[in-house]
């Protein structure tokens, strides 16, 4: 998330989607405090986001969040402490603290959904909440199919909202990467292999911090449609043949590499 904030902010592409740039973002934290949170957007650079901690804010009665029908006029209360023009994108970590209590029970799921949506439209800004925890079984074989459907609670979630975001570890999934889902209402699904960096941040795989034995393979690889040949690769990177062959397979897999002919490799193109 602080990765996808640090490009909303610029402006920049994410997963070369082009994007544009919000009025303001915000950053709500309703568990572990200022401290914690901040930790990673730091990790990305970016220190002066809108950012308010709720729990830290010793002002604050919490007692108010034991009833069910305050919970979106606390919400809007959060989004009043950010001063949030219209245009702007708050992320509410977790969202679950404002979602009614019981997150299997469908109804007030769907009522807290609605709810906020209301919220949103008449402040003029988009919502990103976090969830703590996914649904999951031990054996792979009863785990849900859709990474969607891992999202701890009700359905109504999904119903009522517009697009779900899954990361999935590769525990979960079997991969070398994390893999990520960008699942909107309005097109179809896509998932996307994530790395971490030198910081620790989830970025596109192709960014994730390589092994010296993959930069040195990839730098000598063309992205030519004739490709590059499997004896200047293994001249050119000097490492040992079985070295470069098993690199070789594991870029293909991930994405990162074309076989072209008998022996040839490209790197993709970038548009």
């Known amino acids: 998330m602080a990765w996808v904030l640090k490009r909303l902010r610029d402006g920049l592409p994410i997963f070369d989607r082009e994007t544009n740039a919000p009025a303001k973002l915000g950053f709500i934290c309703a568990d ?3 401290l914690t949170a901040r930790y990673w957007l730091d990790k990305a650079d970016y220190q002066d986001i ?5 729990a830290d804010d010793d002002a604050f009665n919490t007692s108010r969040l034991r009833s069910k029908v305050t919970l979106i006029k606390i919400l809007g209360e959060c989004f009043d402490k950010l ?16 979602m009614g209590g019981n997150l299997n029970d ?27 925890a996914s649904k999951q079984k031990s054996d792979r074989k009863e785990r849900y199919e859709r990474l969607q459907d891992r999202i701890l609670g009700s359905t109504a979630q999904l119903g009522y909202g517009d697009t779900q975001l899954y990361l999935a570890s ?12 960008w699942h909107s209402h309005t097109a179809p699904a896509e998932v996307f292999p994530l790395g971490r960096n030198k910081e620790g941040l989830f970025v596109p795989w192709a960014e994730s911090a390589q092994s010296d034995g993959e930069k040195k393979i990839l730098s000598v690889i063309t992205t030519n449609e004739e490709g590059t040949a499997f004896a200047d690769i293994l001249i050119a990177s000097e490492i040992p043949k079985t070295t470069v062959f098993r690199t070789l397979q ?22």
Do not use: W
């Open 32 to 34: 572990r405090g200022e």
């Open 50 to 54: 809108a950012f308010y901690s709720l």
């Open 83 to 98: 001063q949030l023009p219209p245009g702007s994108l708050a992320v509410v970590d977790p969202l679950a603290l404002f």
């Open 106 to 132: 469908y109804t007030n799921c769907a009522v807290a959904c609605l709810e906020m949506r209301r919220e949103c439209r008449r402040r003029q800004i988009t919502l990103i909440g976090t969830a703590h």
């Open 170 to 181: 590769p525990e979960e999934t079997g991969e070398r990467f994390y893999t990520f889902l």
């Open 250 to 271: 594991d870029l293909i897999k991930d994405g990162r590499l074309l076989k072209v002919g008998h022996g040839r490799y490209r790197k993709p193109a970038l548009n």
